[in-house]
């Protein structure tokens, strides 16, 4: 069934491989193994070389080794804990294997009497003899033992022997794949093709070699099938035509002009490119991506004036309602009364919710804010013409792919992050959208002061907030994360309030996960009064939300969370033009490493520079909001280390795009690596 030139083969299912049953295959996909090609990326942890044999006076104590000798006589002792035990020979000297847990039939079998018997294990030395204990190879056949084996990290149930076995066979049988590359790219890797380099990757002398050539390129390919996916969304959504929307350049600066701040450089920047897009006779799909506090919200919502002023209706969706209702009120704040604003939350009452679908569905609504609940199917829209998401760094690619056929083709798509990646990830994760950088932060914004304390010394924290408050100023206090037990982060947050509460009386309030979200959303809204001084929380501090008079943050145990948590953490405070600060605790001293990440915290306040720090420490796959971001696990590529792979991939892309090549060719790569077929659904 192998067709030598056919990717089909690497998708078929494991059971067509010799020596994998159902049982195999089931234990295989526990590990996320589905087929053939899932196989090629389970690579060996390390190799023993039992190539070479040696003469019994000759094997190093607490070795692997190989040894050819002559069983000579079985000892089986019967009694219980005793093992049974081999003795050996060859001219140099002899040698025990011992066996625990194995048959006297077995062992017999497997150590004939008399016979050259080729065994293969850990060598020790007992009692004025060699021993191998539990040997893991024994055959007749020394060149069978005499090599390199693998050893994978494996499941349970699947012996090394076995996995080997498979691994070896597909190997063999891989298909020889057209060249998918142009030959320029190839050339970088020195031409090595896609099957000479997986049989490359799998050589036990190359394990974990991500330096040469055949790794490289692999990486190469992954990347790049990824950034193609991209690109087919991109130019998919770049043929859509819409009626253009007529910038009113003239309200826009009255409106800016009334601000009490000056926009950034970086803020001007993005809101001309997102006007441009607007204005143009093609779909927008683009990212507003900036650091916690640069200011993404009035950017938005000047860009939903733009729409709204050229006769068109704006959705804006925030992740919680607490925050979509702080933009509606900003929104009424700012602009016009004229421009008709609406808010549809989970406690609208039923009646005004039916007046205000209505009113979206005639045309009498310029623009709405809620959460996802605007988009349900009810909703309907007269004259939609941008869609605005805040906040949405879980949406993955195939809901943003969504996102962008709702709303029919007059409708733009912007959306906003605040979780401050590299740029090769960002390429990765967002590279189906156009993006838009706000890295500058307001120049009235100061420094976010950083310390670390030791949980001890929590009375030198309390006389610190005395004074904060003495100051009128409020505080954060972000309590542990007890492993993954809610019910143990909810009783430390009781806790620290009863605490709190018995030093600051009336001053305190609680929020955790099993808070309702009316009882929240009035918590939150007293402390945005001032009303209280300390809120009490565990993780969960809505991201989003403006607390200009939050100056200080604490954070418990704070060594669970990644810098970039610590740092998102972190921007709830300082939004306003006080001084605050941000304080660390720890339960113990802190390693050697933990103080280099914190750091990296204490000195720098830009998140982008944060997270590709955190990155190099702790590798791409823990940073926040990676794992929801619907981006497969990259096998092998990794977007710190092999960044001129992505710069790479990102330039052929765009020379590709330019000259509007044919990507037939690169099916069989789409068809391997996209998992998802997204490729399928645009097609
Ligand atoms: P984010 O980018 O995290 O969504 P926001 O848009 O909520 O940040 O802005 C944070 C705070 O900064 C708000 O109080 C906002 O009014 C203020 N702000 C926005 N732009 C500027 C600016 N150019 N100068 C000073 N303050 C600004
Ligand atoms: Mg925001």
Redesign the pocket.
Known sequence: MNNKSNYKYLLTDLTSLKGVGIKTANLLKKKNIYNIFDLLWKLPKFYTDRSVSSQIKDLRIGDNQTVTVVPLKYSFPRVKNLPNKVLCSDNSGKIDCIFFNSYEGYIKKILPLNKEITISGKVSYFNNKYQITNPKYISENSSLIKQKHNTYSLTEGISERLYNKIINQVIKNLPLLDEWHTKSIIDKFENISWNKAIIELHKPENTGNHKKNFYKRLAFDEIFSTFLVNSEIRSKIKKIKKKNKVINEKKQSEIIKKLN????ND?INTLDEINKDLNSSTKMFRLLQ?D???????IALLAAFNTINSGFQVAFMAPTEILAKQHFLLFKNIFSKEISSELITGKSKYSDKKIILNKLASNKIDIIFGTHAIFQKKVDFKNLGLIIIDEQHKFGVNQRKKLSDKGGNNCDILL?T?TPIPRTLTMTIYGDMDLSIIREK???RKPIKTYSKLENKIDEVIKFIKNEIHLNNQIFWVCPLIEESKKLDHSSAVKKFEYLNNLFPNQVKLLHGKTDTEEKDLILKKFLNNEFKILVSTTVIEV?I?F?NANVIIIENANKFGLSQLHQLR?RVG?GNKDSSCILMFKSNLSENAKKRINILKESNDGFYISEEDMKIRGFGDILGFKQSGLKNFKLADPIHDKDLFLLAEKEMSRIEKSNEDIGKFKPLIKLYDRADIINDIA
């Open positions: 701040f000056f926009l950034t803020q900036g916690v506090g640069s200011g993404k919200t009035i906003m605040a307001p120049k009235s989003g403006d200009p921007g939004r």
